[in-house]
Nanobody, 113 residues
Framework: QVRLVESGGGLVQPGGSLRLSCAASGVMFSRYGMDWYRQAPGKERELVASITIGYRVNYADSVKGRFTISRDNAKSTVYLQMNSLKSEDTAVYYC???????WGQGTQVTVSS
């Protein structure tokens, strides 16, 4: 059974930082590209960042220079380091496998003073 479990969300002030983690099980993690998506209230889910099995990364323009995606294959975990957070980053963040379309349950990130 494939499971993706996100953690690390919470409430943070504008300008602050959070690191999200997504632990995978039931898959050969090193063979999957991984993505982080987010969905804000009333908006469509959008791709935030992705990392390939070869460690190539890609970011949405809105987070370039502020967010960093990384992976640790030994721990079957993908991370999203989020710095200089803005109120518009408030959303539920989901991890996702680039192929086979597996999703985590999401973790809430709220940026507010």
């Amino acid at each position: 059974q494939v499971r993706l479990v996100e953690s690390g969300g919470g409430l943070v002030q504008p300008g602050g930082s959070l690191r999200l983690s997504c632990a995978a099980s039931g898959v050969m993690f090193s063979r999957y590209g991984m993505d982080w998506y987010r969905q804000a209230p009333g908006k469509e889910r959008e791709l935030v960042a992705s990392i390939t099995i070869g460690y190539r990364v890609n970011y949405a323009d809105s987070v370039k220079g502020r967010f960093t995606i990384s992976r640790d294959n030994a721990k079957s975990t993908v991370y999203l380091q989020m710095n200089s957070l803005k109120s518009e980053d408030t959303a539920v963040y989901y991890c996702h496998t680039t192929r086979d379309d597996y999703w985590g349950q999401g973790t809430q990130v709220t940026v507010s003073s």
